[in-house]
């Protein structure tokens, strides 16, 4: 690194991001951020996007230029950001703003904005896995069934926040018909099975501390593929508590696979859960781990 730490700060401009949230207002984050970086040996510039996409072609042009590209968004706006600096030098520090902060929570990092900033003088930087479906990157999870359906239909409704998206998931959790799916890991161990929802996990949640993969490591070369059943609708309540407790484990309703690995042969094409956003995909969906793919900052 440079010896004077340069910091580029990309955020949705008012009333955009790659998902929807409504961000602060930019003055009141231009004071938060100088009230903590001016002076000393950081050097900054905040900018903020103005389209889908633009996060990711500023990320680009500032690797190499930038020392720590600081995204200020939820798990989509990472994404973008994300997929600008892969394989890179140039590390990425996330500000939470989003509506579940699925990655963010994993990392330990804090959610309120002055603290997320604050470790940009004080954090320090390691590397952590990726991964991709059909070559599209993600960075917490990606999954078929459920979830991606609640994605879906939670894109469509200008309402942020856990009731909205819980209410998606409970409509789907009763309507919802479970496809036949024939997964393949590692190129040998191979499973027919007609799930709820299939969620490949590089990080442990989807946000709001709902853990659906306990045992997920961004750090360790692999996937955790989760395939639940849907559980009766007596044992809903334990089911949540140990979801939102990390201890969904404990549940007979779930198997987890860990590989680097994974193919899935679905009956048709359809909607795949993209670290919270939903997108259309062929019916043969391949899953790949890039392992210390990408720098990020934390505590």
């Given at each position: ?17 790659s ?60 994404n ?53 479906v ?16 609640t ?62 993969a ?8 692999l996937?955790?593929?989760c ?14 508590g ?58």
């Open positions: 690194m440079p010896h004077s730490k340069s910091i580029s700060g990309l955020c949705p401009k008012n009333g955009y991001s998902s929807s949230t409504p961000f602060p207002d930019k003055r009141r984050f231009g004071e938060e951020a100088a009230a903590v970086l001016s002076g000393g040996d950081i050097q900054y510039e905040i900018v903020f996007t103005e389209r889908a996409g633009h996060a990711t072609e500023l990320a680009t042009a500032a690797v190499g230029n930038y020392d720590i590209v600081a995204a200020a968004g939820g798990d989509g706006t990472l973008e950001v994300a997929r600008g600096l892969l394989h890179s030098d140039t590390a990425m520090a996330v500000i939470p703003c989003g509506s579940g902060n699925g990655l963010a929570r994993c990392l330990h990092l804090p959610l309120k904005t002055s603290e997320a900033i604050q470790l940009l003088r004080q954090g320090k930087i390691e590397r952590i896995d990726t991964a991709t059909n070559g599209k990157l993600f960075l917490s999870v990606a999954g078929i069934g459920l979830d991606a359906q994605a879906d239909d939670f894109a469509r409704d200008p309402r942020r926040g856990f009731i909205p998206y819980a209410h998606y998931a409970t409509n789907n959790y009763f309507h919802l018909k479970p496809e036949t799916d024939r997964i393949t890991f590692d190129g040998s161990k191979t499973l027919t099975c007609s799930p709820m929802l299939v969620t490949f996990a590089n990080s442990n949640q989807y946000g709001y501390n709902a853990v659906i306990p045992h997920a490591s961004l750090q360790d070369g996937l955790d593929t395939i639940l059943s849907r559980p009766p609708l007596p044992v809903i309540p334990a089911f949540v140990m979801l939102m407790h990390g201890h969904l484990d404990r549940s007979r309703y779930l198997t987890e696979i860990q590989s680097a690995h994974i193919t899935v042969e679905r009956p048709s094409a359809g909607v795949v859960n993209i670290d919270g956003e939903p997108v259309m995909m062929d019916a043969l969906l391949d899953v790949r781990i890039l392992p210390q793919s990408l720098k990020v900052v934390i505590p």
